[in-house]
């Protein structure tokens, strides 16, 4: 394992479990939240539709006998109808990030609280966490997942941590200056905006003491990766999860970073067609359906993520034996259907990535003016890049509407703007505003 980054150390003797064992072990599990679901309506009610008890477990592609929960069914049952235990048990209740609305509530029992932190620990270990590191948390303390979850996990672990919380970014630059933590965690996108920050008041990376990070929450592409690794001179790493299911701590990446690994042993996931909700071939992308073996509050059952991404059981040079997901590229809430085709703004990311003068900083508007479908990408150009020389400027957008038309097969248009003026986001970033009415999908 010489071309690690560093030591592979593995947190908890479960991540490496024969496969076999695994497969045993989710059974039986499986077995249990059957049985424990029974005290919510929503699925006493389905379940006895289908004729299924927990009797009827025993293997862990029985889970294909089980029904469904959508989001849909989260919200009718608005604010706490999927609780499956007395409401006294409860010790911690947080809330996915609703983009209109109400957000949609989930909770924990202390056990589920201990093993969360579990799982945090699980991949911020294999991402290079040490005791004696100093981890600076730029997510939200709230509702949100991000900052407990995480807190929880590097406390564990037992690492010292500055709550920073996300936003205040001059601030947070400060932090980093002058505590110099080894280790940021926070999304992608503010990650780069602290990375911006941090350059507009003369700091590089050879003024900060990081050396890794593990962003998640929302979707980035490899190519962002390699730009904020850049910026900031660090390692970054993956980490996957959704409050529905738990929160941070569904999966992560190790130190070959070749996919996440998925926590098998507290989650089932299936990779599915999402219009036949079939299995897709190992290795193809599908909407990943997830379903919880562990939970105690808020047990789900293939849990429709509306996430893309394809698995890959092959073992891994890490050791751990559990099946790696691939990164999201998208959620089919987000695929843009423009003119008949399909596109995600992941791919936008990708084609702005290949051309040296544009950044990661983009919005899609999507606008239906007439009968046809009308796409703008508005994209942020490097300070170097930007120019009053017309010609310059054409060859630029050209050359971006070229790498556009390659990675999603659409001509779209473009409006190349000034550098730092699109919104940064100290969270999830907004990528996408469509406008279109009763647009597919939506
Ligand atoms: O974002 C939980 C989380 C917090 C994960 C911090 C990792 C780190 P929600 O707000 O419920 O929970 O949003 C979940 O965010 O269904 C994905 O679409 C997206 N997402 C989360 N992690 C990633 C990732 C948290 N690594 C939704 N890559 C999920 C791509 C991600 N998308």
Redesign the pocket.
Known sequence: MTDFPFENRIWDPAETLARDELRALQAERLRETVARVAHVPFYRRALAERGVGADDIRIADDVRRLPFTTKEDLRQHYPLGFLAVPREELVRLHG??GTTGKPTFVAYTAEDLECWANLCARFLVAGGLRREHMVQIA?GYGL???GF??HQGVELVGASIIPAASGNTPRQVMLLVDLRPEVLICTPSYALNIAEVARAKGYGPDDIALQFAH??????TEDMRHEIERALGIQAF???????II??GVSGECAARGGMHISEDHFLVECLDPDTLEPVPEGEQGELVITTLTKQAMPLLRYR???IAALDSAPCRCGRTGTRMS??VG?TDDMLIIRGVNVFPSQIEEALLRVDGATPHYLIEVDRPGAMDEVKVKVELRPEAFSDRMDEMQRLRDRIGREIFTVTGLRVGLELVEPQTLERSAG?ALRVIDRRQNRPGG
């Open positions: 996915s990030s997510f949100f997942t991000g979850g995480l962003f998640g929450g929302e979707m980035w993956n980490n996957y999860g959704l409050s529905e929160g941070p993520t509306r996430d990164r999201v959620r999830k």
